[in-house]
Structures are given as C-alpha cells and as structure tokens.
C-alpha cells in the first residue's frame, strides 16, 4: 500500500497540471497580450533613452605608511578608516573642486543643452552650481570592499571622453586634498619657525654689535676671581632662559598642529590613551553605520540607536580633543610665563652687574647671552629644516593612496542595456501575465465544469455542450469567414421578409469586414449555428453531445415517466433556447413525437430558431387568453416528428396566463399525444414564470452557461426550486472547454470528431 499511494496521486497531479495548463490557454489572449505590451514598452523605453557611457577607475588606500624616519611619519597616516575615503570620494566639495577645475558649467554634455532661444544659466547662481554638484554626485558611484583596500570609483555620462576625464580629474583631485589635509598642519608650524628664526638673528646681529662696541670702548680684561660667581650666575640663568625660549617654541608649535589636525587626528597620541580609544570606537561606529546604511534606512530604529551611539562618540572624541588643545594651550602658557621670568630675572642681574661697574661682568655677559642666542638659532634652524621636510612632500603624490587604473574610455554604453531590459521585460510579461490569467481564473467565480456543479448545488450534470468557438478557431479564419459568409446566405434565404436593403449592407459588410462589424456578426453566425446544429452538422461534436443527453433522460426513469420537462435559466443568455431546440431535433430524431412550447412570454426565441411566423397561427397567448382547442395552435416543423407551439403576441401580464387553469390543461393535453413536451420559459432569477409552470410539469433542467453563469446566480436558482419543492433533474451546461473538462480523452475525440464534419 505505501507504493501505490504515490501512483494512485500521480494521475491527480497531472490531471490539476493539465487543467492549469488549459486554463492558461483559455486566456491566452490576455497572458499574451499582457506580456507583448511589457515587451513593447520596454522596447520603446531602451531604444528612446539616450546612451549613457560609464568610466571605470580604480585606487589603493593604505592605512600605514612606513616611509618617512621623522616624527612627522605619524601624522601620514589615512586618518581614518577605507569608508572615510569612500565618502570623501563623495563629498561635495570635492565635486564642487572638479567642476570649478573643468569649468563643466560650461560643457553642454554635462549641464544639457538649453532650449531654443534660451541660454546656459548663469554659473555664479547658487542654485545653478548646486544643481551641478548634485547631478555630479547622481553620476558618480564609488565601491569599496570589506577586505580589500581597492576602491572602484565609475563616472556615468552621455560623453565617454567627459566622463573618463572627469573621473581622472576626480582623483587627482582627490589625492591632492589628502595631501594637503595631512600637511596644512606642517606647513603652519613651518611659518612659525620661519618667523621666530628671522626675528632670532636679527637680535643675534645686534648683540655682536653691541659686543664688539663695547668691548672696544672699555678695553675688556679676562675677569678676575671677585667678578666671576656674578658672571657664572649670569650664564647659568641665560641658559636656562635659552631652554625656556626653546621649550616655549616647541610647545606653541604642538598647540598649532592640535588646532589644525582634523578631528581623531591627533599627532603623537600614546597608544593606550583616552584619545586613542576614543578615536577607535569613533572609527568602529562609523564603520558600522556606513555599512548598514546602504541597506537599511535610517529612519528605523536600529539605524537611529546607531546613529545616537556615533553621536555620542563623536561628541567624547570632540571634547576630548577640545581637552587637549587646551592642555598643550596651557603647556604654552606655562613656558612663556616660565620664559618671561626667567628674563626678568636675567636682566635684574644684568642690572645688579651695570650696578657694580665692572665692565667685564658687563662683557661676559653680552658674550654669553650671545652665544645662547646662537644656540637657539641652531635649535631652531634643525626643527625648521625637519618641518620644511615634509612640507615640501605636499609636491609629491600621498606616500598610501595612488591610483591603479586610471579611468578608461567606454567603448559600449551601459545603459539602457537593451538586451538585459527585453529578457527582464519577457520574462515580467511571463510572469505578470501567468499572475494575471492566475488572478482573473480566481475571481471568474463562474460555473466551468462538472466539478462546480456538484460542488455548489449537489446537482447532476446530464450534459456539456462544447462551445461552439472552439471549433471556430481549430477551423481557421479563412474557413471560419467563409462559414458566416454561408451562414448569412442561410439565413437570408430562410427568412424573405427581411429587406433586401439589410441583405446586402450584411454582404458589403461581410465583404469589407472591421473591428466591432466583423465581431458581431462572427457573433451572430456561430448563435445561428448552434441553435440547429444538430440539423446543419449532425456529425460535430456538439450534436454528439446532445444526443448523449438524450441517452441520459431515456435512461435516468421508466419510459414514460418523464414527459413534460421544463427549461429554464438562472440567467439570461446562457444559450436556452438553443438547447431546447437542439434537445428537441434529437429526440425526434430517435422517434420519439416531440413538441416545444415558447412559453417565454417575454423574449420568445423559439419561432426565429425554427423560422416560424408568429403571425401563421394563433400562438399560445392566443389560445390561454380564448376559447380555441391545443390543436389549433400546434404547428409542424421541417424536421419530422417535431412540432412547435409559438409564443404569439406578448402580453402584458404573462404570468398571470402561464399560472392559468388553460395552461394545466394545455400541459396535461400535450402530455397525452407526445412522447416529450419541452417547455422554453425566461430565467427564474429573473422572473417567477418558470416557478408558476413548475408544478405542472414532470421535472425542470437548469441550462447554465461555463465561463459565464456565476456560481452564486446557480445556487440562488436551486434554492428557489427547492423552497417550492420543485424536482431538479439536473444541470445542462453550454460553451464548456472539453479540454478543460474532459482532458486528454475529450481533446482526442474532440479532434477525431472534427475530421468527419
């Protein structure tokens, strides 16, 4: 048992994948019109959309230059993390430095050009260069990997010359502002250095003045033993002066470069030390938040609690910097106030020397402040080479980010990719169009198959009629044209009185067939045809099908029982009449001595199917509103053994005359000289005629059409027999898709059928 329960499913599934496969062909006109719209617009959309070319360029970035052996080798470094450079790639005023450079406010291929009789914008408006910086940052996207120190940078445009240069300019740019971030701090202390040397020999040159003058107008000696403690002090305090000036120097020049570095870029931070944590966790967070807002937005929550988290170290890192400018301020301070003591101190015992009027304390004096002077000089002489040093690398290209590819010239444009835009609209239009037919096929909540009909109202189904446009299509447009062509010529010849005029407006017409004409008269034509089908083309499929629900009323009672059967509809148009007449031809066709009553008093179709005047006999209102015998108004068709009582004039109150004592009788009368009394009355959601002949019949057959009669209209039609206790034998369902239906066997013997019309 567990092997066969596979087997036993797998003819389910196929018949479930038959059935949506046939579902996808009942809407085949949909799906595919759906899918070649998709098609076109795309199509239309690439080929209108101008050529953009994209140019591709890519550059290193190393955290860790190892190159230069002085101090200044700290403050190379990136100064930051591989996302920084990503967004300083994309910073607007890096794109605002490229523009200006490349003067693109005045490149027709970057700004577009200008309407007729209008001018390019002025490029000193504000809004104009904003407009500018943001349509360059559109075009300009930069990639940067996770575990690679590879950026690739592209630059799009209509241009693929522009758009190669402007990438090019870009990193140029680009590498020019890292080097001249890194050394403006360098180049300020330069400046300072410069400044102190020059006023340093110039007061360096006066002191040998004054030495030299002095020592000549005083005759100096060499000191004697009294004179040399106060000379002694006098140099100890000059050099510690010299030390203080020196100090005060170097700690004016640390306070500079703490003001100018960015920030997280303190030079010379211990590692270990606050700043330095700080400044991790600082890169740490913005490392993180770049990364996620590429794919989370940042109004969410997480992105927000992360965004407060990088404030936060932000604003640590902010203070604690602030911290340390004002330390290496206070540093400064310090040693000049230290600076400035120690000179008034120096000149206090200057002073006390003049006071003892010993010139060569006096002398000594100048000669040893002379000779600190000069050693500060050469202090600050060193300090300023050092620092030029690397001002000057400011001409060189940055010693950690060079380029590796330069940007190169597009030969295909990358957009619109019209061979990527076509498979992706196909392949939508497939799949739209298989979720639409999906879609309509779940909201068509309409009768299809058997399955629906037991489903909804736990009714038989005595028959399906195949539709009859099936046959159509399989037929072919020449032959399908050339059957209505015949099928009119039928019908003009069948019914005289119409015009000659209209015959031949239906034959221009038919000649010189557009749009809605040529519709409705297809239309017409196959609703001439079924209604006698089983007449015209006794061997279709469709005739075949009546004459198995003629087996199935021969068979379902006793002969005899089942007389007077009445037809009728949950709705109108859901092809009645043409079952009844066809139902008709059949069981006459077997012997059996049928009659069709038009009891539809209010659309009488019976006497057009049969090509019957109205006018030939008094009909049946005639006949429930007099006096006259049921003989009177039976008529005999074409076809043997088949009559036809018509409708006659329409009353205005049918179903006060259908409900009547002389419709019972007429009923019981018919039932004793026929073997099959077939009633035609209007839908019974519609109007109550069919109810009021109801229970005089032997049983009523609901006529439902596939595709079109909604379930709900089918079950209300059941309900309301059953409420009168009215006896339903079962469902007659027209215009079914046999394929659907039936499946495979159906499909073969639906062609096979085909073969022998």
Known sequence: MPIQGPKDTQPELLTQVHRYWHVLLGWKWTSGGFLTLVVLAAAVYSFLLPSIYTAHGTIWIEDDPNILPFEDVQTLGTGGNLQSHVRLLQSRSLAADVIEKMKLFENPSFVGRPKKGQSLPDPADPVFRESLVQGFLANLHVFAGDRSRLVDVTFSNGDPRLAADILNALFDGFIEMIVSKRYAASEKANEFLNEQIAGLRARIEQKEQELNEYGSSKDILPLTAAETPSVSRISQTNKALTDATLDRVNKFSIYNQLKAAPLGEIPEAPAGSLIQRLREEYIKLNREYTSRLATIRPEFPAMQRLKSDLDAATEALR???????????????????????????????????????????????????????????????????????????????????????????????????????????????????????????????????????????????????????????????????????????????????????????????????????????????????????????????????????????????????????????????????????????????????????????????????????????????????????????????????????????????????????????????????????????????????????????????????????????????????????????????????????????????????????
């Open 319 to 757: 203070a604690e910097t602030e911290n340390l400018i004002r330390s290496a301020y206070n540093d400064y301070q310090n040693a000049l106030d230290k600076e400035q003591s120690l000179r008034r101190l120096l000149n206090s015992q200057k002073d006390e020397a003049y006071k003892a009027s010993s010139s060569s304390v006096v002398y000594n004096s100048l000669r040893i402040e002379l000779e600190n002077q000069k050693a500060l000089l050469e202090s600050l002489s060193k300090r300023q080479s050092e620092t030029d040093v690397s001002s000057r690398l400011k001409g060189l290209e940055a010693l950690n980010v060079w380029i590796v590819d330069k940007a190169d010239l597009p030969l295909r444009p990358a957009s619109p990719n019209r061979k990527k835009n076509m498979l992706m609209a196909f392949l939508f239009g497939l799949v739209g169009g298989v979720g639409i037919v999906i879609g309509l096929e779940y909201l068509n909540q309409t009768v299809k198959t058997s399955k629906d009909i037991l489903d909804s109202i736990s009714a038989p189904l005595l028959g399906a009629i195949p539709a009859f446009e099936a046959e159509s299509q399989r037929r072919g447009p020449i032959a399908e044209f050339k059957r209505i062509a015949s099928v009119l010529r039928v019908k003009g010849e069948r019914k005289p009185d119409r015009s000659s005029h209209r015959n031949a407006e239906q034959e221009k017409q038919l000649r010189t067939p557009s749009g809605a004409k040529l519709e409705k008269l297809k239309n017409e034509a196959a609703a001439e045809k079924i209604e006698l089908i089983a007449v015209k083309e006794p061997r279709s499929i469709q005739a075949e099908s009546y004459r198995s629900i003629r087996t199935t009323l021969l068979v379902s009672s006793p002969p005899g029982r089942i007389k007077t059967i009445l037809f009728t509809s949950p709705l109108a148009r859901e092809g009645k009449s043409s079952t009844i007449s066809n139902m008709a031809i059949i069981l006459a066709e077997s012997g059996k001595r049928v009659v069709v009553v038009d009891s539809d008093l209010r659309k009488p179709k019976q006497s057009i199917i049969f090509g019957l005047s109205t006018g030939d006999s008094p009909g049946l209102t005639r006949y429930l509103s007099s006096t006259i015998e049921p003989e009177e108004i039976i008529r005999a068709t074409d076809i043997s053994n088949l009559h036809l009582i018509t409708s006659g004039p329409l009353p205005a109150t049918p179903i006060e005359l259908l409900s009547s004592k002389r419709m019972d009788d007429l009923v019981s009368y018919l039932k004793r000289n026929f073997d099959f009394v077939l009633l035609d009355t209007p839908p019974v959601l519609a109007v109550s005629d069919a109810l009021a002949m109801a229970p005089m019949v032997d049983t009523i057959i609901l006529v439902a059409r596939a595709g079109q009669t909604p379930i709900q209209a089918l079950k209300q039609s059941k309900q309301k027999l059953d409420v009168h206790r009215l006896k339903c034998l079962g469902v007659i369902l027209n215009g079914i898709d046999l394929i659907e239906q039936d499946g495979y066997y159906a499909r073969e013997y639906y062609s096979l059928s085909l073969i022998h019309i």
